[in-house]
């Protein structure tokens, strides 16, 4: 099933609620800090690679940002990571500076980054001089494109996973995990197009907030 399906059985399970619309449940997005691989510039997919010291702080910039926003909130939201160790040291780091218990959270494997397959490790620069074709093709349809290797999946594939972990909130949730999850959640919500979703930076250290009302940085 494709992204469009996606949308047909969401508006299908909107109107199956039946009077009065369902509510939207409010996420606060936290990309995990960076690590070096960021810094680097490589893809790491689904690789396990660790914060560096900037992606610490980060972490504590977030928490900040999102007590901020958030208040007494968060006494009641749910907590939910990607088990990667970069988001679980995200989620721990920021846990510990609202002076909640570190690890009094859940992860879900739906919420790992988009795997890049053979691209993993990589640099953009790399995948040109190396795939040429394969970066020539992704150019040309960023949101479908799928590399090659075990596992690989285009944005499409990603959202497929994705769209259920958002359909079941039933509370404020606290979301920390990767840059294609947040952006496959942009598309589940209908808040991004196919185009403009992967074009999109996300950024670390801030908040990204889905709501009712849209979607903003914080």
């Known amino acids: 099933m494709g992204v469009d399906g996606i949308g047909r059985m969401r508006s299908a399970a909107l109107a199956s609620t039946g009077p009065g619309p369902r509510s939207v449940q409010t996420i606060y997005f936290i990309r995990h800090g960076q690590t070096d691989w960021n810094a680097e510039g490589r893809l790491q997919g689904q690789r396990d690679i660790a914060l ?42 920021l846990r510990a500076r609202l002076d909640l218990p570190p690890e009094d959270y859940r992860t879900d494997p739906r919420l790992q980054e988009i795997n890049f397959g053979a691209w993993e490790g990589l640099t953009w620069a790399e995948i040109r001089r190396k795939d040429p074709g394969g970066a ?33 909130l039933t509370r404020t949730t606290v979301v920390v995990a990767h840059g294609g999850v947040a952006r496959a959640m942009l598309v ?21 907030v889905l709501d009712a009302a849209g979607w903003r940085w914080a």
Do not use: C, K
């Open 52 to 93: 560096n010291a900037l992606g610490l702080r980060q972490a504590g910039m977030a928490a900040d940002r999102l007590r901020a926003l958030a208040g007494d909130a968060l006494a009641e939201a749910d907590f939910m990571a990607s088990p990667l160790s970069r988001a679980r040291q995200t989620m721990e780091t």
């Open 136 to 168: 020539a093709a992704r150019d040309r349809n960023r949101w479908h494109y799928q590399p090659s290797g075990a596992g690989a999946e285009s944005y499409a594939m990603l959202t497929e996973r994705v769209a259920p972990v958002i359909d079941g």
């Open 188 to 208: 589940a919500r209908d808040h991004l197009d196919l185009r403009g979703a992967p074009r999109i930076g996300i950024r670390q250290g801030e908040v990204l």
